[in-house]
């Protein structure tokens, strides 16, 4: 397995994709424009998002170790979201200092509640940032898809969070109800990852390289890190990336909800 970004560096690329979110908002013709990838959403209501979830977790790592999330995860009395536009844009901005600061004061080691406490994911505030960062990086390129100019992922964001992906959401003890499989994802960077899917679950291994059997991939899937990214998260269709083997693996792994 590759090393995880330290937290200074995931503190620095939250804040600047946490930079390019509020710059899309500040460029946008009309807040109330339908978010293509979200289409439920508006603008306004992809910045409210954004921005509380980000308070929300400030609260959650602040708490420190937790069987559960506290019952009042932001700052008490959290101003909501303003809808003038310069207004909008400062709280967003308060609202991702509260996270950086709340994870830079805990440190990468020290434990809080997570939802994914059967992954193979640490439930601690590194992991934390980890999670956020991807959250703010899509939902950078949602806002930017909004506004008609869509940015690909950075490549260190994009070639972490293929890792964080299928570690954090995919990784589970939950029984994978179909047959065993194993899949190889392949990002053009230079990188890949091996999922096994079985009656124990869905593990992440050592990928797959020239010393182990290809044959034992049951299917594929290829492309840059950033598409992969934008597809496990449903921003791009899965047949976008370049897929190999039996295809009909990837359309159980879309539908499954493990119950854990």
């Given at each position: 397995m590759t090393t995880n970004l330290d937290l200074p560096t995931l503190l620095r690329l939250i804040d600047e994709r946490s930079t390019a979110f509020r710059a899309a908002i500040a460029a946008a013709p009309d807040l109330d424009a339908q978010v293509p990838t979200c289409p439920e959403w508006t603008l306004f209501d992809l910045a409210q998002h954004l921005g509380e979830g980000r308070r929300k977790w400030a609260g959650i790592v602040a708490a420190g170790p937790a069987d559960a999330p506290p019952a009042a995860s932001g700052p008490a009395g959290a101003p909501t979201p303003p809808r003038e536009r310069e207004a909008l844009v400062a709280w967003l901005a308060a609202s991702t200092q509260l996270l950086l600061d709340a994870l830079r004061e805990a440190g990468p080691d020290r434990g809080c509640w997570t939802w994914w406490g059967d992954s193979q994911s640490p439930q601690t505030c590194g992991a934390v940032a980890r999670h956020q960062l991807q959250e703010v990086a899509v939902h950078t390129y949602?806002?930017?898809?909004?506004?008609?100019?869509?940015?690909?992922?950075?490549?260190?964001?994009?070639?972490?969070?293929?890792?964080?992906?299928?570690?954090?959401?995919?990784?589970?003890?939950?029984?994978?109800?179909?047959?065993?499989?194993?899949?190889?994802?392949?990002?053009?960077e230079g990188r890949s990852w091996r999922l096994r899917l079985s009656a124990d679950g869905a593990r992440v291994t050592a990928p797959p390289t020239p010393a182990t059997d290809p044959d034992a991939t049951?299917?594929?899937?290829?492309?840059?890190?950033?598409?992969?990214?934008?597809?496990?998260?449903?921003?791009?269709?899965?047949?976008?990336?370049k897929l190999d083997g039996d295809r009909h693996v990837f359309d159980r792994l879309v539908a499954w909800e493990p119950d854990v």
């Open positions: 949602d806002a930017q898809i909004t506004v008609g100019a869509p940015q690909p992922l950075p490549d260190e964001v994009a070639l972490d969070g293929v890792d964080e992906f299928l570690t954090t959401c995919c990784a589970t003890t939950a029984a994978w109800p179909h047959e065993p499989a194993t899949v190889d994802y392949h990002a053009a049951d299917a594929s899937a290829r492309g840059a890190a950033a598409d992969l990214v934008l597809a496990f998260y449903g921003r791009v269709p899965v047949d976008s990336l």
